[in-house]
């Protein structure tokens, strides 16, 4: 247990959770890690997200800078669980999750869909049953979504790797 500056108490924990959160950031060791969070993805050469719910609005604000470098392109590559049933973003679906990605990754919603497995219908049910992503047309600004979930990307690792690249 510690005490803050403020004279509140908290427990020492390397989980943040609560409506605390802005102020168990900018103490240690978050700090630290909030401050090498730009850095690393500066030299990243491509963004994996991974169950992410692109909640974290102060982390997703350090993503765009670095998708519109001109120095280095990075293929965005998010690995997430959806239910069938869920739109597709090229049917210019709406919702929470899409719009917070959106904010993390910029994307122009009428470059998704690039695939074989172009959606008859408006849900993502094609891209599920062949293992497909639904992807962007962009190649200077790549996104590709994987809605099958994480168990079923890592029995698909190398389509994963060949997104990254």
């Given at each position: 247990?510690?005490f803050?500056s403020e004279?509140?108490?908290h427990?020492?924990?390397?989980?943040i959770?609560?409506?605390?959160k802005?102020?168990?950031l900018?103490r240690?060791?978050?700090?630290?890690y909030?401050?090498?969070?730009?850095s690393?993805?500066?030299?990243?050469?491509?963004?994996?997200?991974?169950?992410y719910?692109?909640?974290?609005m102060?982390?997703?604000?350090?993503?765009?800078?670095?998708?519109?470098?001109?120095?280095k392109?990075?293929?965005?590559?998010?690995?997430?669980?959806?239910a069938?049933?869920?739109?597709?973003i090229q049917?210019r679906r709406d919702d929470?999750?899409?719009?917070r990605?959106?904010q993390?990754?910029?994307?122009?919603?009428y470059?998704?869909?690039i695939?074989?497995?172009?959606?008859?219908?408006?849900?993502i049910?094609?891209?599920k049953?062949?293992?497909?992503?639904e992807?962007?047309?962009?190649?200077?600004?790549?996104?590709s979504?994987?809605?099958?979930?994480f168990l079923e990307?890592c029995?698909?690792?190398?389509k994963?790797?060949?997104?990254?690249?």
């Amino acid at each position: 247990m510690d005490f803050t500056s403020e004279g509140n108490y908290h427990l020492n924990s390397t989980i943040i959770s609560g409506l605390d959160k802005a102020n168990q950031l900018l103490r240690a060791p978050f700090r630290q890690y909030y401050m090498k969070i730009d850095s690393l993805i500066n030299e990243s050469d491509a963004i994996l997200f991974i169950g992410y719910g692109f909640n974290d609005m102060h982390l997703n604000k350090t993503f765009p800078d670095h998708r519109y470098s001109p120095n280095k392109k990075r293929n965005a590559v998010v690995i997430d669980y959806a239910a069938d049933s869920t739109k597709s973003i090229q049917m210019r679906r709406d919702d929470d999750w899409l719009s917070r990605l959106f904010q993390a990754i910029p994307f122009n919603f009428y470059d998704m869909g690039i695939c074989k497995y172009l959606p008859k219908d408006e849900s993502i049910l094609k891209y599920k049953q062949n293992k497909a992503f639904e992807s962007s047309r962009n190649e200077k600004y790549p996104v590709s979504i994987w809605y099958n979930g994480f168990l079923e990307a890592c029995e698909n690792s190398e389509k994963i790797k060949n997104e990254l690249n």
